[in-house]
């Protein structure tokens, strides 16, 4: 194979027991994502993936219901979390990283590019000099193909744009978190039309995630249902995808796919929560610097996006 990264991906892939790596999903349905916690039941560590902060954009107010579920199960487990990783910077739902890491502890990490992400949004929001654009909000920053474990299971960091530049995929021995690049194969994939975003390099990058070994299971971080589907899912196969995928199964050239995804991007409209979300998540999770008054403000930025 001419990709030593996916090729070392691969070898993770093929030596895992899939009977040794478990993983829960928790679905918010109020933004359609989903959590996944991840173990080794060798050693009872974690890693915690995409989490979700409740947001009312009515009332500007948080809760943590979603993620209290989370903490629930780990500590009924016994869990002992050793990352909250973020696949990116999330569009559509804040991060409960923050309040995670202060209840199960753990190290916050996500992909290096987000520092372009940082710069892009920076400048829409006007941010001053105290917003640090260099990821110091985060406690690793993951470069492709670099190495880490859960426990004993070894896992490697793929660096995978398109939808943004700083999406990461983590393979988590035959465990695959895939983000937002493929959703399940009735649906398709993700928009590649934010600040960043590219159909092109997206399409490179599921080539690259779908040339793991056929059995790789792939965890999404999304699910909207699919016409003729009445239950949400978020777990599939590369073998799945490669067969089925409406967008992108076997056979599909980067042209087309790129026309079709350009089509259909032109017809969405912006996330519901995108702009808090971002202002939230290019912090790590974190609300942005408290005024004298001691509260928190997100802007809403006029003609912007
Ligand atoms: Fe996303």
Known sequence: MSDPVI????EIVQQAD???VQVRSFFDEATFTVTHVLSDPA???????DSV???????????????????????????????????HAHADHLSAAPYLQEQLGGRLAIGRHILTVQNVFGKIFNEGTR?????????????EGDRFSVGSIPAIALHVPGHTPADMA???????FIGD??????????????????AHVLYRSVRRLLSLPEASRLFLCHD???????????????????????????????????AMRKARDATLDMPRLILPSIQVNMRGGHFPEPEENGVSYLKLPLNQL
């Open 7 to 10: 090729a070392a991906a691969a």
């Open 18 to 20: 899939p009977a040794a």
């Open 43 to 49: 050693t009872g560590k974690a890693a915690i993936i």
């Open 53 to 87: 902060l409740d947001f009312d954009p009515a009332s500007g107010r948080t809760s943590t219901t979603s993620a209290d579920a989370v903490i629930a199960y780990v500590r009924e487990q016994g869990l002992e979390v050793e990352w909250l990783l973020e696949t």
């Open 131 to 143: 917003f640090a654009r260099d990821g110091s909000q985060f406690d690793h920053l993951f470069d």
């Open 170 to 176: 983590y393979v988590i021995g035959d465990a695959v």
């Open 181 to 198: 690049t493929l959703f399940m194969p009735d649906y398709g994939s993700a928009r590649a039309d934010f600040p960043g975003g590219d």
């Open 224 to 258: 909207y249902k699919a016409p003729g589907r009445d239950t949400y899912a978020w777990e599939t196969t590369v073998a799945e995808q490669r067969r089925s995928n409406v967008h992108l199964h076997d056979g599909v050239n980067e042209d087309d796919f790129v």
